[in-house]
């Protein structure tokens, strides 16, 4: 499985604990931006950068569009801007400025001035040091509901970013606007890809 199959995987199940209505909005709005006058409504310059080094590591253009082309990035900094509460903001800035402080103390830089390599680094420890997602089952939580830290949710809320864009969803993924007839019993191999709403 390549590394792009996984994320796609993984993304079915890191969307459903974000997915609203305001979200969906708010990713349209941003598609429609240009990127070369891009000014972050909510983070500071520094912040910005780490976000869309971030999301440019984390899903860079292949052969499909990567996270910046979906403009992931500007979404993210909406979400900060128009859903988070004072404390919450805070909070992204305290995590985005402890991030980029282990960054500086274990490899001498800031996240977004790091080689790709030493991005790799940085990604592999905090994978092995944050906590996972509960168990679901459909999308909703089995068992206890522990926090998963600053890391892993920027992560799924990226990966949800991405595959909920209507470039992504049209483009990549299987798309039908208007869903023909129901086949209520079919052999797993004729389903194909993974289907868009």
Not at 101 to 110: E, I, S, W
Not at 169 to 181: A, C, H
Request: with cysteine; net charge neutral.
């Amino acid at each position: 499985m390549n590394r792009r199959d996984a994320l796609r995987k993984s993304a079915l199940f890191a969307g459903s604990a974000i997915a609203a209505p305001t979200m969906l909005s708010l990713l349209q709005a941003c598609a429609k931006q240009d990127r070369l006058t891009w000014t972050p409504q909510f983070l500071a310059e520094d912040q910005a950068r780490f976000i869309t080094a971030f999301v440019d590591f984390l899903l860079p253009k292949t052969e499909t569009p990567g996270g910046l082309d979906v403009k992931a990035d500007i979404f993210i900094d909406s979400i900060y801007a128009k859903t988070y509460d004072e404390a919450g903001q805070k909070n992204v800035i305290t995590e985005i400025d402890k991030f980029n402080a282990d960054c500086k103390a274990a490899y001498g830089k800031v996240f977004a001035d790091l080689s790709p390599e030493d991005k790799t680094k940085c990604f592999q420890a905090h994978e092995a040091k944050s906590p996972k997602f509960p168990k679901n089952v459909w999308g909703t939580a089995v068992g206890p509901k522990e926090p998963v830290g600053f890391y892993r949710s920027l992560k799924s809320t990226v990966l949800w970013a991405y595959f909920t864009s209507e470039g992504i969803g049209k483009n990549v993924l299987s798309y039908d606007p208007i869903p023909g007839e129901f086949k209520g019993c079919i052999p797993v191999s004729e389903v194909g890809n993974t289907w868009s709403l």
